[in-house]
Structure formats: C-alpha cells, structure tokens
C-alpha cells in the first residue's frame, strides 16, 4: 500500500564557496566550478543561455544598446565564480566577435542570483543564465537590450552527501532535478 507523504521543507540560502557537510549543518548545496566537492552526490545542470540584462530605466533617456559593442560602455556585472572559470563577459563578447571589447573590469558578485539583483537595481549590465530570470524578463523587472546569448556549460551542481538518506532531502533534489530539466 502506497502512502502519501507530504514533507514541510524549510530553505535558508547561503552564498559560500563550498560546502563542508562534515562541518556544516546543510543537506543539500548549488555549487559552481569545474568539480563538484569530494564525497557529494551531484547532478550537473548542463548548459544554460547566458544573455545581456538590465533594468528598463537603465537604458531609459540613454541610448539603449544597439551593437554588441555598445554595451561595454555600461558598467558590467559579473559572477566572480570558480577561480578555473573564465568571465562570462569575455566568453560573451568573444561569441559576438568582440575578444577586445571586454578587457575591461566588471563589478563582480558572488552569485549570478546577485548579479541578476544588481541588475534589477540598476547598477549595470548583468550577464544572467535566461533560466534564472524568465520570471524577471516576462515581469518587466529585467529587460534583455539585445537579441544576443551564449549557450555555455554552466558547472553548477546539486550536491549531497554521498548516500543521503533523508527523504525530505531526496524529495527536493528530485524535484529541483525536475525543475532544471523543464524547457
């Protein structure tokens, strides 16, 4: 006989480099870099779309983006991410044919959820995953001021402990792989 569980989960996000769930009191962590931690269970999340955003009153009075080129001459946000991985903004703007155009500093967050919330705020263009800020660009919160993305392997995990047991624990990283793998 099947019975239907039903789990109350409680989420509390924490932006660190990696997680340590020897010391750490954490089941379940999204790690970025080219490996997941040792001893974890992981899913990879695979490619994303990353893409220029920003928000509408940015450009708003100002002349928007039109070129590629042009939006070197905003404030550039940027996840700071693996020390292996290479800034999202040079692999952007060599996709567009610009390898010169983005030499220049980013202000850098330790996230791209952050980078999206600067962005929101007004403080640059963010290079985001479009996975990560549908909601944002069909809300009007983020605009994308131009047609160009990148389709790049995004090294995000979702890591467990090795064996996790916990079926809370196994529920939500069954249902975050589902929401991951949605188009």
Known sequence: MLKD??????????SVAFVDFAKNDVDVAIEGGPNPSPATESFEFGAMEVLPVCHPALVNGHPPPVHPQDVAQYNLLCPTGHPDLENFWVKWGRSVGLDACFGKTC??????????????????IGIAARKFVEDDLAAGRLIAPLPCSLEIAMPYYIVTPKEATNPQVNAFVNWLRGEISRP
Request: aromatic letters at 14%.
């Open 107 to 124: 202000t850098y967050f330790d996230s791209l959820d952050a980078v999206s919330d600067a962005a929101m705020q007004g403080l640059g």
């Open 5 to 14: 569980f039903s789990f109350q989960i409680t989420l509390t996000t924490n």
